[in-house]
C-alpha cells in the first residue's frame, strides 16, 4: 500500500507543500497544464526552482501574480499589464481600507504598460516604496510565505488614492464556480472544494458569521487558489491509500493582518486544528498558515509519531523565511505492508496515576466519571510501591479529544499530585453490529472484519444482561439463545458489509 507521510516538523503552508510534492515527484509540467484548466490561467503563473534551505536541498515554489488590473474606486480605473525582463527588489506596503498593511517583496522590472481609463498620474522608479489604499473583499497579511513577485515596477504620485484588483478576492461560491467550470477531474475538484469549504468553516467560526460571508485573508487570492488546487493536483496525481502526518508545528509569535498584530497560531489555524496533534513555539514565526492546516485537516487519514515504515522516496518543500531550524516541509512516500490497511490505526493516548493514599471507595466513583467523559476504557492494576506501599495504577484509555478532561479528573479528584500521559496507537479490526432475535428480545452482536470477512463476533454483554434481569433467567441462557441464532444465520460467514 502507497502512503505519504507528512513530517510537519516545521509546519505547513500552502506553497511548502506544492514544493514538497514535486520534489517528491509530481511532474511540474503536469501540475502547470492541469492549473491551466483553471480559467485565471492569465493571473499567475509559478516558478518552481531547486534550491537550499540550512544545507538541504528541496523545491521551492512561488506564485506570480501576472497581472493587476486596478479600478479607482473615485471612478477612474487603470489597467497594469505588466511585461518586464528583469529582476530588482523593492518593497512596498499597502494600506486597506479595513485598515491593515501588508508588504510585498516583488522582484521586477521596467518595460509594463499601463492603460489608463481616466487621466492618471504615475512616476516609475526602480526600488520605489509607496502605499496605495486598496479596497480588498479580505484581509491578507503578506507575512506569509508567498513571494509575490509582482511583474511591474510604478509609483504612484498622490498615491492616497483608493483602487481595488479586478482579480478580486473571490468568496466561496465565485471559488466553487470557478472550480466546478474546469475542466479539472472530479476528484481534483472535490478535494479542492474540501479544503477550500475547512477555510470557509473556520473563518465563519473566528469572525463570528454565516459560511458564504466569509471575508477570506489570502483565500480567495490568486496564489491560494493556486495553492489549493494545486495540492489538489499533486495528491490526486500521488494516488496514494493513506495520508498521515505527525504532530504539526504551528510556531509562535504574531503576525501582522487586518486587526494589526494577531498571535500566532493565527486563529483559523486554531480552528481549523482542533483535535489534531499540533506543538507551538519551535520557531518564534507562524510556522504553519490556515491554507497547510486546511490541507492537513481534510487530506490526513491519522496523525501518528510512532510508526513503522519503509520510506521509498523523500520531499522537501521549501518555506519563504529562514528560522533557527530548516524551514522545510518533509513529505515521504511510503511503502506500507499491505496487511496495514485491513485494520483501523486510531492514535489514542494513555494517562496514568499511582494511588496509595485515597479511599478506595473513591476509585470507583472516578470510573464512572471518566467514563461518563468519554474515556475509552479505564483499567486498574494492583501494584506495590516505594515503602512496601500497596496501591492502585489507575489507567485510562482516551482519544486527543478527550485528554484534558480525564486530565482535570485525574488531577483534582483523587489523591494524585501528578500524572503521566503518553501517546499509544490502537490498532484494531475493521467492525460491525448486527442485531440478533433472541426469543428474550434482540441482542447487538459485534463483528470484527478481515478482508472482507467476519472472523470473529461477540455478543454483547450490556444487552444480554438486560434481557435476563427482564426475563429473570440466567444470563447465560441468555447467551446460549444468542449463540443458537448466530450458528444457525452462519454469522461468522457473514458479509463484511452486514
Ligand atoms: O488579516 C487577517 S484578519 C488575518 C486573519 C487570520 C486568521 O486566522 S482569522 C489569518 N491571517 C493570516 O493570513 C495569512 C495568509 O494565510 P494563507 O493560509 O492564506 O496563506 C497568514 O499569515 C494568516 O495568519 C490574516
Ligand atoms: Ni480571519
Same mark, same amino acid.
Given at each position: 500500500m502507497?502512503? !505519504?507521510?507528512?513530517?510537519c ?14 520534489d517528491?515527484?509530481v511532474d ?8 491551466n ?12 526552482k531547486t534550491d537550499?534551505k540550512?544545507?538541504i ?6 506564485v ?13 480605473t487603470?489597467e497594469?499589464?505588466?511585461?518586464h525582463?528583469?529582476?530588482h ?14 508588504e ?24 520605489y516604496s509607496?502605499?496605495?489604499a ?16 509582482s511583474?511591474?515596477?510604478?509609483a ?7 483602487h ?19 475542466q ?6 472535490k ?6 469549504l ?10 463570528? #458569521?454565516?459560511?458564504e460571508e ?6 480567495g487570492?490568486?496564489?491560494s @487558489? ?6 489538489a ?6 494516488n496514494v491509500?493513506?495520508i ?6 504551528l ?10 498584530m ?18 507551538i513555539g ?9 491554507t ?7 487530506m490526513?487519514d491519522a ?7 519503509k520510506i ?12 533557527s531550524?530548516?524551514n522545510v !516541509?518533509?513529505?515521504f !512516500?511510503?511503502?506500507?505492508?499491505e ?5 483501523i490505526?486510531?492514535?489514542?493516548f494513555?494517562?496514568e ?7 478506595p471507595? @473513591? ?6 466519571k ?14 506495590? #510501591? ?19 478532561k480525564?486530565?482535570?479528573i ?8 501528578g ?8 490498532? #484494531? ?18 463483528l470484527? !472484519?478481515y478482508?472482507g470477512?467476519?472472523?470473529?463476533y461477540?455478543?454483547e454483554?450490556e444487552?444480554?444482561?438486560?434481557l435476563?434481569?427482564e ?10 439463545e444468542?449463540?443458537k @441464532?448466530c450458528?444457525r444465520?452462519?454469522?461468522?460467514n ?5
Amino acid at each position: 500500500m502507497k502512503a !505519504l507521510y507528512y513530517d510537519c516538523f516545521a509546519g505547513i503552508s500552502g506553497d511548502m507543500n506544492l514544493g514538497a510534492l514535486l520534489d517528491l515527484g509530481v511532474d511540474r509540467e503536469y501540475l502547470i497544464q492541469e492549473l491551466n484548466k483553471l480559467l485565471i490561467v492569465d493571473e499567475f503563473s509559478l516558478t518552481i526552482k531547486t534550491d537550499k534551505k540550512m544545507g538541504i536541498t528541496g523545491t521551492k515554489v512561488d506564485v506570480l501574480l501576472k497581472e493587476h488590473f486596478y479600478e479607482h474606486i473615485e471612478g477612474h480605473t487603470h489597467e497594469h499589464s505588466h511585461e518586464h525582463t528583469h529582476g530588482h527588489n523593492h518593497e512596498h506596503s499597502h494600506e486597506h481600507i479595513q485598515g491593515h498593511t501588508h508588504e510585498h517583496s516583488h522582484e521586477h522590472t521596467h518595460g509594463h504598460n499601463h492603460e489608463h481609463s481616466n487621466e492618471h498620474s504615475h512616476e516609475h522608479t526602480q526600488n520605489y516604496s509607496h502605499e496605495h489604499a486598496h479596497k480588498h473583499i479580505y484581509d491578507h497579511s503578506q507575512e506569509d510565505t508567498h513571494s509575490r513577485n509582482s511583474e511591474q515596477e510604478h509609483a504612484h504620485v498622490g498615491n492616497a488614492h483608493t483602487h481595488k484588483h479586478s482579480h478580486e478576492h473571490r468568496n466561496l461560491r465565485m471559488i466553487n464556480e470557478l472550480i466546478d467550470k474546469s475542466q479539472l477531474n472530479s476528484n481534483v475538484k472535490k478535494i479542492s472544494k474540501d479544503i477550500f469549504l475547512c477555510i470557509a468553516k473556520a473563518e465563519a467560526k473566528v469572525h463570528g #458569521m454565516p459560511v458564504e460571508e466569509v471575508h477570506f485573508h489570502e483565500v480567495g487570492a490568486v496564489d491560494s @487558489i493556486v495553492d489549493i488546487v494545486g495540492a489538489a493536483i499533486c495528491l490526486d496525481f500521488l494516488n496514494v491509500d493513506r495520508i498521515l502526518s505527525s504532530t504539526v508545528e504551528l510556531g509562535s509569535g504574531f503576525v501582522r493582518c487586518a486587526h494589526g498584530m494577531i498571535p500566532v497560531p493565527a486563529p483559523a489555524t486554531v480552528e481549523i486544528l482542533h483535535e489534531v496533534p499540533t506543538h507551538i513555539g519551535r520557531v518564534t514565526s507562524e510556522a504553519t498558515t490556515p491554507t497547510g492546516a486546511a490541507i492537513l485537516k481534510t487530506m490526513v487519514d491519522a496523525f501518528v509519531d510512532n510508526i513503522e515504515f519503509k520510506i521509498v522516496k523523500t520531499g522537501y518543500g521549501l518555506g519563504t523565511k529562514d528560522f533557527s531550524i530548516p524551514n522545510v !516541509l518533509r513529505v515521504f !512516500l511510503l511503502e506500507i505492508d499491505e496487511e496495514e490497511k485491513d485494520y483501523i490505526n486510531e492514535d489514542n493516548f494513555i494517562l496514568e496515576t499511582n494511588i496509595d493514599d485515597m479511599n478506595p471507595e @473513591i476509585i470507583s466513583y472516578i470510573e464512572d466519571k471518566l467514563f461518563q467523559q468519554g474515556a475509552l476504557d479505564v483499567y486498574k492494576t494492583p501494584i506495590t #510501591m516505594k515503602k512496601g506501599r500497596m496501591a492502585t495504577k489507575i489507567s485510562v484509555l482516551t482519544d486527543s479529544s478527550n485528554v484534558a478532561k480525564v486530565e482535570r479528573i485525574l488531577l483534582h479528584e483523587t489523591s494524585t499530585f501528578g500524572i503521566r500521559k503518553y501517546r499509544v496507537q490502537k490498532k #484494531m479490526f475493521q467492525r460491525s453490529i448486527q442485531n440478533i432475535n433472541t426469543k428474550y428480545g434482540d441482542i447487538p452482536v459485534k463483528l470484527a !472484519l478481515y478482508k472482507g470477512e467476519t472472523i470473529k463476533y461477540k455478543i454483547e454483554y450490556e444487552a444480554a444482561k438486560k434481557l435476563s434481569i427482564e426475563h429473570n433467567v440466567p444470563i447465560q441462557e441468555v447467551y446460549c439463545e444468542a449463540q443458537k @441464532i448466530c450458528n444457525r444465520e452462519g454469522i461468522i460467514n457473514l458479509d463484511s458489509n452486514q
